[in-house]
């Protein structure tokens, strides 16, 4: 329906939705509809004749397609107009209880889209998120900087199964893949926790610490002879380091399929993560955590700006738990949560 082009046409509509409601209301109203608001149009004209409707936030009035449309309103819209409850919207998100509400939406999002893709009937099971969550919440400084997280990845978002943290933390373990899906590239298995985390400092400030062998990674950058036998832990370095390049080649060519800014092609090796591995001394670059093939803190291949590709000089290498999507870390960061 077109907005009236004048006051008299505004007020003749409005009349003629009033006189038609009350025919019908003899047989009531349906299941799920909405009652309009009563009362007289709030459309005023300007002084260039065009029909304009006062928001009752900031007193101004606009024209029609400054409001939201609301079949239960007068007029057909809202009360309040379209910039004004955004600015509503935006102070409401910004204060502890609306970075909460939204963790939670999202939480229920992911968890209804992951049941339906799953098959399962139970959705309501999975997504519920029971229980008040306090206001005050000290840590709580930008809402950027918490997340809710699941402890185990396998279920949904329920009350015993989730916590917040802060996002830096954020990477979960793909569910069903242990080590052996991370040395096929199909697993992250680096989710953090309290122990993970003590344990970290507790190797930053130790001055024994053991790293893997270099000709370990030596003998593992090159393809295995044939009839020439090998450990378990080479083998499994061996496919990690090829999973690692060719993850890397997926992820540009993936990127540069709708990127703008196309990345540079992967010019780096097994070799050179090899050197890589020597210039950190068999350390992860930002925590100073020593790179393992197995178990916690497996290693993986961190760009330093996200914006370049993989080429020497904005590559090195880290434990999986700081590669994540939802964070980018550094070695300042590191030391801001474990001391210099």
């Given amino acids: 329906m077109e907005a009236p082009a004048t006051i008299e046409e505004a007020k003749k509509a409005w009349s003629d939705f009033i006189a038609e409601a009350e025919k019908k209301k003899k047989g009531g109203v349906k299941k799920g509809s909405k009652k309009r608001a009563r009362g007289v149009s709030r459309a005023i004209e300007s002084e260039s004749g065009e029909v304009l409707y006062p928001c009752s936030a900031c007193n101004k009035n606009r024209p029609r397609e400054a409001f939201h449309k609301d079949k239960a309103g007068l007029d057909g819209i809202r009360y309040v107009c379209i910039?004004?409850?955004?600015?509503?919207?935006?102070?409401e998100r910004e204060?502890?209880?609306?970075?909460?509400?939204?963790?939670?939406r999202n939480a229920i999002s992911n968890s209804k889209a992951r049941a339906k893709q799953e098959g399962k009937e139970k959705m309501r099971e999975q997504c519920e998120i029971p229980g008040t969550i306090e206001e005050q919440i000290?840590?709580?400084k930008n809402k950027a900087a918490?997340?809710?997280?699941?402890?185990?990845?396998?279920?949904g978002y329920t009350d015993d199964n989730t916590r917040l943290i802060i996002r830096d933390f954020q990477c979960g373990?793909?569910?069903?893949?242990?080590?052996a899906g991370v040395v096929q590239g199909t697993g992250t298995a680096a989710q953090w926790t309290p122990q993970k985390f003590a344990l970290v400092r507790e190797?930053?400030?130790?001055k024994e610490v053991h790293t893997l062998p270099v000709d370990l990674w030596e003998r593992a950058s090159q393809p295995q002879a044939p009839g020439s036998g090998s450990s378990l832990e080479e083998d499994a370095l061996r496919q990690r380091l090829t999973w690692a390049i060719r993850n890397a080649r997926g992820h540009t060519k993936r990127l540069n399929r709708t990127a703008t800014n196309k990345l540079c092609p992967v010019t780096i090796d097994t070799a050179f993560l090899v050197k890589r591995f020597k210039e950190q001394g068999g350390r992860c670059q930002y925590t100073g955590v020593?790179?393992?093939v197995n178990g916690d803190f497996k290693f993986s291949v961190e760009r330093y700006d996200n914006a370049v590709g993989y080429r020497p000089g904005n590559v090195c290498l880290v434990i999986m738990e700081v590669n994540t999507a939802c964070a980018k870390w550094s070695k300042a960061k590191a030391d801001m949560y474990w001391g210099p």
């Fill in 146 to 155: 918490i997340s809710i997280e699941r402890r185990n990845e396998s279920i």
């Fill in 83 to 91: 910039a004004c409850c955004s600015e509503q919207g935006k102070c």
């Fill in 203 to 206: 190797i930053r400030q130790s």
């Fill in 95 to 104: 204060t502890p209880r609306g970075i909460i509400g939204t963790l939670c």
């Fill in 173 to 179: 373990t793909t569910p069903g893949q242990g080590d």
């Fill in 290 to 292: 020593p790179l393992k």
């Fill in 138 to 140: 000290p840590w709580i």
